[in-house]
């Protein structure tokens, strides 16, 4: 059973940064693939970055050149490097895990493993 810990949110002026983890743990193999989900209370869950195994990255529109995913591997630890924040970058953020998915094709649905989030909060 894959666990999820994320942190390092919090609250940033806008056109700040923030980097989340997320400590991964509880398999023998690593997940096909992870990703950063956010969520606006009201809303649908998010996806806005995806890495594979490999290290193919990709991202939704809304945070393309402004977030970076990376992994590093002997930590079994996910980042998400937030650069640029915006006010509407305000949202709970979630770590996920899968290996449903094939790599390279991170970006569709079928996360299974889900950390309990961390919240983030960008102000004027």
């Known amino acids: 059973q894959v666990q999820l810990v994320e942190s390092g949110g919090g609250s940033v002026q806008s056109r700040g940064s923030l980097r989340l983890s997320c400590a991964a743990s509880?398999?023998?193999?690593?997940?096909?693939?992870m990703a950063w989900f956010r969520q606006i209370p009201g809303k649908e869950r998010e996806g806005i970055a995806f890495?594979?195994?490999?290290?193919?990255?990709s991202y939704a529109n809304s945070v393309k050149g402004r977030f970076a995913i990376s992994q590093d591997n002997a930590k079994n630890t996910l980042y998400l490097q937030m650069d640029n924040l915006k006010l509407e970058d305000t949202a709970m953020y979630y770590c996920a895990a899968t290996y449903a998915l094939y790599p390279g094709s991170c970006q569709g649905r079928g996360y299974n493993f889900w950390g309990q989030g961390t919240q983030v909060t960008v102000s004027s």
């Open positions: 509880g398999y023998n193999s690593r997940p096909v693939c």
């Open positions: 890495i594979d195994r490999s290290g193919r990255t």
